[in-house]
């Protein structure tokens, strides 16, 4: 056979499926031609058959040796005929040129980057494996030697999996149970247990000076306005705890019956023990409207204590106040002790007293209840039973209630 003429100048490479298309028109065209020519019988070399395209293509991986009829035996080798075709000449006919080797502008790059700028063996081999299979883009040799050309490697999905932090163990984000749900629940190690917790008047004083007070440290700056409160006066406050988790918990409060410190006011917490609901999504509040109705009659009968007509606005022992979709208010009473009265060179009658002495806050030992899902690095299986486990935290906070007035 006559010689194959040179290779056209390098232009843009083919994709996968033009190149797969084009060799398969060109081998189909050099079968049809085959088949045409006179004296020859392509239907004993096997040819014509669906895998004749299958067997052209193994003539460049495993040899022509199975296809020369020279070293085939048997009864019809006088019949065969030795025959060759041509290599394809044009990208049109399948030739793949080879890239262009002309490396000046990496050495450039190897020589401005040094050797820190370059990506060593373990970084290349991540990006070969995680770059996705994309058709339309041939493999490029090469294509992550630096730094600057890596890629971000996707993270592979996985499911029922949870994720702790390697120092302290606690979980960082956890799955939902359900197969058919994608939400992903993010857990912090202490600020997404807590309940949050608030406390301002159950009736407000009609001064615009004054402000509700939220849960604060045992320290308070002298420029927060207070409610004043006036000596052995019982004065109701409303404690509201909101759930931040996404199960039922079950709190437990408890107070002294007296605050420490000189001034010993007496505090009681109406409904010590209380249930609340999960942190849902507002949609499902909203669609559960037989529980919403319920507790709107609970709210009622607890503000009227019974009465017809919701007049009244007393808190009884035992009950809760309102109820939310993920927070319960309570009643708490205080009743303030008086201050002594200051003697004529400036001082009280025990001496004198301190910064912000006057202020009165509450100790209160919170405890919070759940059941949760048994920790695991990896979770159940689908269609296994979910095991649980109960859960308990409990600390120690200070609720500032006001300033108590002097007599």
């Given amino acids: 056979p006559s010689p194959s003429p040179p290779p056209p100048p390098t232009s843009s490479p083919l994709d996968i499926e033009t190149h797969f298309d084009n060799l398969r028109s060109f081998y189909t065209a050099q079968i049809s031609e085959s088949n045409s020519a006179p004296g020859l019988s392509l239907t004993d070399m096997g040819l014509s058959s669906p895998s004749s395209l299958a067997r052209l293509m193994n003539l460049y991986t495993v040899g022509s040796s199975s296809l020369d009829p020279s070293r085939k035996t048997g009864g019809t080798s006088s019949r065969r005929t030795k025959t060759s075709f041509r290599e394809a000449s044009s990208q049109e006919e399948g030739l793949q040129p080879a890239a262009d080797l002309d490396e000046s502008a990496a050495i450039e790059t190897l020589r401005s980057a040094s050797l820190p700028g370059t990506a060593n063996a373990e970084q290349r081999s991540a990006q070969a494996l995680a770059r996705p299979s994309n058709l339309a883009e041939p493999p490029l040799h090469g294509s992550s030697r630096f730094l600057s050309s890596l890629r971000p490697i996707p993270v592979l999905l996985r499911t029922k999996r949870s ?33 949050s917790i608030s406390i301002r008047p159950l009736n407000p004083p009609p001064t615009t000076s004054s402000s509700s007070s939220s849960s604060t440290s045992s320290t308070t700056s002298p420029s927060v306005p207070f409610f004043l409160l006036h000596p052995h006066k019982p004065t109701q406050y409303l404690l509201t705890f909101t759930n931040p988790i996404f199960d039922p918990v079950k709190v437990t409060l408890a107070t002294p019956t007296t605050t420490p410190g000189r001034l010993a006011s007496r505090v009681t917490v109406l409904c010590p023990q209380f249930d609340i609901d999960a942190n849902t999504d507002v949609w499902d509040e909203a669609l559960r409207a037989g529980d919403a109705r319920k507790r709107a009659d609970e709210r009622l009968v607890s503000r009227t204590g019974g009465v017809a007509g919701g007049a009244a606005t007393q808190a009884e022992a035992g009950k809760i106040w309102e109820r939310g979709r993920n927070w319960v208010s309570v009643v708490v009473e205080v009743v303030p002790a008086s201050l002594p009265r200051p003697l004529g060179d400036g001082k009280g009658e025990e001496g004198e007293w301190g ?53």
């Fill in 355 to 407: 910064e912000d002495e006057d202020v009165l806050e509450i100790p209160m030992f919170v405890r919070v209840e759940w059941e949760g899902e048994a920790a695991a690095e990896v979770g159940a299986a689908v269609g296994a039973k979910e095991s649980r486990e109960r859960r308990e935290l409990a600390y120690w906070c200070v609720l500032g209630v006001g300033r108590i007035a002097r007599g």
């Fill in 163 to 195: 994720k702790r932090c390697p120092v302290c163990r606690h979980i960082i984000s956890k799955p939902e149970p359900k197969v058919a749900s994608t939400r992903f629940r993010i857990r912090l190690v202490a600020g997404s247990y807590i309940p």
